[in-house]
């Protein structure tokens, strides 16, 4: 069973920085984030594979970089130039693996944490 607990996320002013943590325990192979705003449908935000390529979504890329720490089992999204339409609450993911194309599937996941708050405001 594997189980993800994030930390992180908060409040910051249009323009600054946040970095979400997801440690996770069990057997992981792919994981990722995925963020959802109030009235709006899950989206994929980034994701990285057991080869540790990542997938980034293009309305962050460029401002957000996903890691991962394996020796601590330890997945990172760092969030640079923060927008007022990237607030959502924001989940951390992990599944077996998964082709490159599919990486940024909510539904292809089965194990997810219990959600961070990210807030930027203008």
């Known amino acids: 069973q594997v189980q993800l607990v994030e930390s992180g996320g908060g409040s910051v002013q249009a323009g600054g920085s946040l970095r979400l943590s997801c440690a996770a325990s069990?057997?992981?192979?792919?994981m990722g984030w995925f963020r959802q705003a109030p009235g709006k449908s899950r989206e994929g935000v980034a994701a990285?594979?057991?080869?540790?390529?990542?997938s980034i979504a293009d309305s962050v890329k460029g401002r957000f970089t996903i890691s991962r720490h394996n020796a601590k089992n330890t997945l990172y999204l760092e969030m640079n130039r923060l927008k007022p339409e990237d607030t959502a609450m924001y989940y951390c993911?992990?599944?077996?693996?998964?082709?490159?194309?599919?990486?940024?599937?909510?539904?292809?996941?089965?194990?997810w944490g219990q959600g961070a708050q990210v807030t930027a405001s203008s």
């Open positions: 993911a992990a599944g077996s693996g998964l082709p490159w194309w599919r990486l940024l599937v909510g539904s292809d996941y089965r194990n």
């Open positions: 069990g057997v992981i192979y792919c």
């Open positions: 990285i594979d057991s080869g540790d390529t990542p």
